[in-house]
């Protein structure tokens, strides 16, 4: 039977380590840190500001919800929006998506004729893609995910995300352009 000897293997192990060099927790040689982009921060203040005001999410059957002041945009979001970490420039691109997004619960596409359908359909893909330019503008990459989460807050409900899926059939096999939004933050 034939013996391996681990000693020179042992002997290679520890001649590598460099006794007179300790290992340091110097930050200049630690790794790199992850940057934490201008969106993701967003996205995590908009995920704690809904944590703090999920009970007053507005779950009614109600489609367009309560909107008491009257800006286009729900209550309950505009709550969540308003205690999000972030400057007032950032809540006026969020306040501008959220209402685009509102504004699809405004429109009846049963009582609509398939032409109105598509009118109407027209100038929320309008509305969607400048105020998501806006965003785009305002936040940088990663502005999406922002995006997605405002769509979860405001489709909150079976009667919403059924409505959002009815004007989606009216936009199958519709062309949307999504050029000509220069100054696309409507900042008022």
Not at 32 to 45: D, F, I, M, Y
Request: proline share 3%; with cysteine; glycine share 6%.
């Amino acid at each position: 039977m034939k013996r391996i000897s681990l000693y020179p293997l042992l002997l290679l192990i520890l001649s590598g380590c460099d006794s007179d060099n300790p290992v340091t927790n110097d930050p200049r040689t630690s790794a790199p840190t992850e940057t934490v982009t201008l969106a993701e921060s967003v996205k995590q203040s908009l995920e704690v500001s809904y944590s703090n005001h999920a009970p007053q999410l507005d779950r009614t059957e109600s489609l367009e919800g309560t909107d008491g002041d009257g800006n286009g945009v729900r209550d309950d979001i505009d709550l969540i929006i308003s205690g999000t970490d972030v400057d007032e420039t950032v809540k006026q691109a969020l306040t501008q998506h959220a209402k685009s997004l509102q504004n699809e619960m405004k429109v009846d596409w049963d009582s609509l004729s398939e032409e109105e359908s598509k009118a109407a359909m027209r100038q929320l893909s309008s509305d969607s893609i400048s105020s998501k330019r806006c965003l785009m503008e305002t936040l940088g990459s990663g502005f999406s995910k922002v995006t997605r989460t405002l769509k979860a807050l405001t489709y909150n409900t079976k009667a919403r995300t059924m409505h959002y899926l009815k004007g989606n059939n009216v936009a199958n096999g519709m062309a949307f352009s999504v050029g000509g939004h220069d100054n696309a933050c409507d900042l008022r």
